[in-house]
């Protein structure tokens, strides 16, 4: 293990004092940063030939922590500006968060209780992307990037798994401590060929028979056989932040589950079929969208509007509708207002 | 052999060097052969006499084999790993100034074999000690045997006769159970388009190629390409030979499957002939549309299912055992509109556990999506009308 060739960070402060004076200096302060004490590192990317002061600029295991901690519970929620300009700053700094933690190598192997330390960092990464992903998904690619999202939220999640097996290995009393149950079943919801179901399978006994992943595992072969309304109701019992992730994950099905709704309805009259109904399979909020989705499929609607019509010889096109990352849903919304994002990330609103 | 003396050994494997016989100098390097079972050839200083007796530069591939018998004496196979490993990357710089000659192929193919015997047990020395990462030593066998394969692959200069490239689908044979074994699936990509590339494709030895279409066949399961898996694997089962009945039964563990999904169900004389009894419950209630019988299968049998790595297969014969359960019920009904409360009645005495009309529609719409049933549902009345003709057509006509 290469492991000298990593830095020890001795910053103990959020934001490195060197960073703030450049940042003040250039007007790149952001209105959460009121004063050295509320600043936070922000995300660059790591260049070559640093100083060997290098060190005075990373944050120690703690630091970045409580740093996390700041996030949450002094920025998000506090909730002085739009979620969109939330995550937009919490984001970045997050990023920072994880850069500092690979460049001291806390991502490669086992380092004890350390290794604890920094999983449950990485969980609140976790389901901070989840959480905005399904917050924020109805809004333009130009105010927000699920795809970038999308990215940061794998990479999160495969990273725990590999810290998870080494945990196993070297110490698996110290895998009790950390949500593995909760992180297993959200890679195989999100996990988009059936890879991700197979590692499920074979997963040990202990872990396989817990509830939630026994119920992802059936909810994925379900969406693999095509039962969408089998997976979608198991769904509904899952805890809020794997609902939120199954939801992300359906979105990307939705043109697979029209076509086959079409197929299977369409008849050389045309049939009717009721977009309250459709609305229900495709996990759209309101008719309204559900409408909206199908007449940018290439579908007709009916007079009254209420139906879609499925016509044999209507060719389908599935090029991007605005509705097509639409997660937005009512009830789920007014749980999310009436739950502290902190609580949400730590893991604590199941 | 088995008492052979060092003097003996070396001037043995000197002479088969000196006239290029290289079967017989690939045996003397081969732990497959009973000369590894002489105590005479590792004794203290054999080097001295590998050097007496054995020429530049076959010397340092003779002392490498024996170093690493050495340690697989003593089973210390890490070390017995970078002795082989040692071995392989010397032949492999050899092999390349052998320009326009391919009589050292033979060596090849059982030094690569060795190695990655020994890296598999290597690796199981280092699990015990407690190791980050499992399959480790694997790895690096792959590494070096990819380096063989650069040089083979590159050896377009030489005739047809004496090329290297005749090497390349072994090599690439023993990758792929390298990474069927790491989980690495991915890497085979690369090979499989040298292989299609390579103008020997269908002239390989016939062992090689069916080696080469059984993984090829499971590659494509996994990739849910389960007409080209049907072809890989049937090509790999009517060749392997007779003899071999275990290749023969492994090849079926993956071609029954997907047989099955694609209409033909096996007899009960292939399932006991290759003792595969494990798959005549799934049989059985395919045929009758019999859900019940077909989860008890599954889940009486799951862990050698899901090893095998057929298990999701199976489970999609939940599709084909809807089809015929529908059939079933269709008949019955003796009409071409048939109500889904039908379906739903069947489905739940089956012991479908909380199921309701909406999930049975959603079923229906994807048999008739997947073509298995000829017809459509309409919403409005609740039914399913089906096509005068051949509502079930046969499910090896679709695929």
């Known amino acids: 293990m290469a492991a000298a060739t990593f830095v020890r960070g001795s910053c103990k402060t959020m934001c490195p004092p060197d960073e703030y004076e450049i940042r003040k200096e250039h007007n790149l302060v952001r209105p959460f940063e009121t004063s050295f004490l509320s600043a936070v590192k922000c995300y660059s990317r790591s260049a070559a030939g640093q100083s060997a002061a290098r060190h005075k600029n990373i944050r120690d295991l703690p630091t970045l922590e409580n740093t996390v901690k700041y996030l949450f519970e002094q920025v998000l929620d506090r909730r002085k500006t739009s979620l969109a300009q939330l995550y937009d700053f919490v984001f970045d700094r997050l990023r920072a968060v994880r850069q500092d933690l690979v460049v001291q190598g806390y ?103 817990n509830t939630i992943v026994r119920n992802s595992i059936e909810i994925s072969i379900s969406l693999w056989l095509g039962n969408f309304v089998r997976a979608n109701h198991i769904a509904r019992g899952l805890p809020l932040n794997l609902q939120l992730a199954y939801r992300a994950h359906f979105s990307l099905l939705r043109p697979r589950v029209l076509e086959i709704y079409e197929r299977g309805h369409r008849s050389p009259q045309g049939t009717k079929f009721p977009l309250e109904k459709l609305r229900r399979y495709l996990l759209f909020d309101t008719a309204r969208q559900t409408a909206e989705y199908c007449v940018d499929c290439g579908l007709s609607l009916d007079d009254t509007g209420s139906s879609v019509i499925f016509k044999t010889g209507s060719a389908l096109t599935f090029s991007t509708s605005s509705q097509s990352n639409n997660l937005y849903d009512q009830d789920i919304e007014e749980t999310l207002d009436n739950v502290r994002i902190s609580h949400f990330l730590y893991g604590q609103s199941i | 052999m088995a008492t052979m003396n060092l003097n ?14 290289g079967t017989e100098v690939s045996e003397l390097l081969s732990f497959n052969h009973p000369h590894v079972m002489s105590s005479k050839l590792t004794a203290d200083g054999f080097e001295k006499s590998v050097e007496r007796l054995v020429e530049s530069p076959l010397d340092e591939l003779v002392i490498l084999h024996l170093r690493c018998l050495n340690c697989v004496n003593q089973q210390k196979y890490l ?44 690796d199981k020395e280092l699990a015990k000690k407690g190791a980050d990462k499992p399959g480790q030593t694997l790895e690096k066998a792959a590494e070096c045997l990819m380096g063989l394969f650069r040089v083979c692959a590159a050896d377009n200069r030489s005739s047809d006769e004496d090329t290297k490239r005749w090497g390349m689908l072994y090599l690439v044979n023993q990758l792929f159970k390298i990474y069927f074994r790491i989980n690495k699936l991915h890497l085979c990509k690369a090979l499989i388009r040298a292989i299609d590339a390579s103008q020997f494709k269908d002239h390989f030895s016939l062992s090689q190629q069916v080696t080469y279409r059984y993984y090829v066949g499971r590659k494509a399961i996994f990739e849910s390409d389960f007409k080209s898996a049907e072809k890989f694997l049937t090509y790999a ?69 899901i090893r095998c790595g057929v298990y999701l297969i199976l489970e999609k014969l939940k599709v084909t055992t809807y089809r015929n359960l529908f059939k079933k019920v ?51 009345h609740n039914k399913l009308v089906i096509s005068k003709q051949n509502p079930f057509p046969p499910l090896a006509a679709i695929m």
Request: charged share 20%; with cysteine.
């Open chain 2, 237 to 305: 089962f009517e060749r392997c030979h007779k003899e071999c009945r275990n290749n023969k039964r492994l090849i079926l563990i993956y071609l029954i499957p997907v047989k099955m999904l694609l209409g033909h169900l096996p007899t009960p004389h292939l399932l006991r002939k290759y003792d595969l009894l494990q798959f005549s419950e799934v049989v059985q209630a395919v045929r009758e549309g019999n859900l019940r019988r077909l989860n008890n299968a599954l889940l009486q049998h799951d862990a050698f299912f």
């Open chain 2, 79 to 122: 070390e017995a790993y970078s002795e082989q490993s040692a071995l392989v990357q010397a032949f492999t710089k050899l092999f390349q100034t052998q320009k326009e000659d391919n009589w050292a192929l033979f060596i090849m193919y059982v030094i690569s074999l060795d190695l990655r015997m020994f890296a598999i047990k290597a």
């Open chain 1, 107 to 209: 991502l490669e192997g086992f380092s004890g209780q350390r290794t604890v330390t920094v999983v449950k960092i990485l969980e609140y990464c976790v389901r901070f992307y989840i959480y905005f992903q399904f917050r924020l998904s109805h809004l333009p690619v130009s105010a927000f990037s699920s795809h970038l999202n999308q990215n940061h939220l794998d990479e999160c999640l495969s990273q725990l798994l590999h810290l998870y097996s080494e945990i196993e290995v070297k110490n698996r009393d110290l895998l009790l401590q950390t949500s593995y149950i909760e992180i297993e079943a959200l890679d195989l919801l999100l996990s988009k060929n059936s890879a991700g179901l197979q590692r499920a399978l074979r997963l040990p006994f202990r872990t396989k028979s």
């Open chain 2, 330 to 380: 269709t008949l019955l009904m003796k009409t071409h509109q048939i109500p889904i409360e039908a379906y739903l009645e069947a489905l739940k005495f089956m012991g479908v556990e909380d199921i309701d009309l909406d999930e049975t529609q959603c079923i229906i719409a994807n048999l008739i999506f997947e073509n298995k049933i000829k017809g459509y549902i309409s919403n409005s």
């Open chain 2, 8 to 21: 003996q050994y070396l001037r043995e494997i000197q002479s088969s060097w000196e006239s290029r016989s």
